[in-house]
């Protein structure tokens, strides 16, 4: 009888301690993408999402890259790491890809006209970066609206040059990064973005 006492009592202590211990589940985080892209000339970018770390939840990555004329776009909406273990990947894609190498061709001079943008918000975990070089011409409207609640990023670019991007978000040091996306284009380009992350970014953004 008291070894089996003794038995309940360090199950208990086991319950207890394993119970304090996080366990696969990540950080509470979501993300909505709206994003269309024209390009003609060179591309090389790349999305990955995820809802969870390691083996748990789901992934999906996407990404073009190659010389030709593009036209896509892209709708996701990302929730992961919820307490109630609720893990979801929205993502639709359309674009028409065209094989037109002698579309694009480099700047007549090397150009040294430079613009450059870097967003973080701690607090969501969210970051945006864009940068342009080699510009022929370039027209820019990027707007960035960011609470300790929620990040908003809309950028629309219209671009004769080089065009980076980055963005990702990932609530802390010990969670998944949701959302990777880097992307390079050269020619031109004509891009807009909405990105959106936080405590309530689902379906809030307003239609272009």
Same mark, same amino acid.
Not at 25 to 36: A, D, K
Not at 65 to 74: K, M, Q
Not at 169 to 175: F, I, L
């Given at each position: 009888?008291?070894?089996?006492?003794?038995?309940?009592?360090?199950?208990?202590?086991?319950?207890?301690?394993?119970? #304090?211990?996080?366990?696969?589940?990540?950080?509470?985080?979501?993300?909505?993408?709206?994003? @269309?892209? +024209?390009?003609?000339?060179? !591309?090389?970018?790349?999305?990955?999402?995820?809802?969870?770390?390691?083996?748990?939840? *789901?992934?999906? &990555?996407?990404?073009?890259?190659?010389?030709?004329? $593009?036209?896509? !776009? $892209?709708?996701? *909406?990302? +929730? #992961?790491?919820?307490?109630? #273990?609720?893990?979801?990947?929205?993502?639709?894609? @359309?674009?028409?890809?065209?094989?037109?190498?002698?579309?694009?061709?480099?700047?007549?001079?090397?150009?040294?006209?430079?613009?450059?943008?870097? !967003?973080?918000?701690?607090?969501?975990?969210?970051?945006?970066?864009?940068? +342009?070089?080699?510009?022929?011409?370039?027209?820019?409207?990027?707007?960035?609206?960011?609470?300790?609640?929620?990040?908003?990023?809309?950028?629309?670019?219209?671009?004769?040059?080089?065009?980076?991007?980055?963005?990702? &978000?990932?609530?802390?040091?010990?969670?998944?990064?949701? +959302?990777?996306?880097?992307?390079?284009? *050269?020619?031109?380009?004509?891009?807009?973005? *909405?990105?959106?992350?936080?405590?309530?970014? $689902?379906?809030?953004?307003?239609?272009?």
């Amino acid at each position: 009888m008291k070894l089996w006492l003794g038995f309940l009592i360090i199950s208990a202590f086991c319950i207890v301690a394993f119970s #304090g211990i996080p366990g696969a589940r990540g950080v509470p985080q979501n993300l909505t993408e709206h994003s @269309w892209i +024209y390009n003609s000339g060179y !591309s090389d970018d790349m999305r990955i999402y995820q809802t969870e770390s390691g083996f748990n939840g *789901q992934k999906l &990555v996407t990404g073009t890259r190659g010389t030709g004329t $593009i036209s896509r !776009s $892209i709708d996701a *909406q990302v +929730y #992961g790491g919820f307490p109630d #273990g609720y893990d979801e990947t929205e993502m639709s894609e @359309w674009g028409v890809y065209q094989n037109k190498p002698a579309t694009y061709s480099a700047p007549i001079k090397p150009s040294d006209l430079k613009n450059a943008l870097c !967003s973080k918000n701690y607090e969501v975990g969210s970051q945006f970066s864009e940068s +342009y070089s080699d510009i022929r011409d370039l027209i820019k409207d990027t707007s960035i609206s960011q609470t300790n609640e929620n990040s908003v990023y809309n950028v629309h670019s219209e671009i004769e040059g080089t065009a980076r991007v980055g963005a990702r &978000v990932q609530k802390s040091a010990s969670s998944v990064p949701i +959302y990777t996306m880097t992307g390079t284009y *050269q020619g031109y380009t004509n891009m807009r973005m *909405q990105l959106e992350s936080g405590n309530a970014s $689902i379906m809030t953004l307003p239609c272009p």
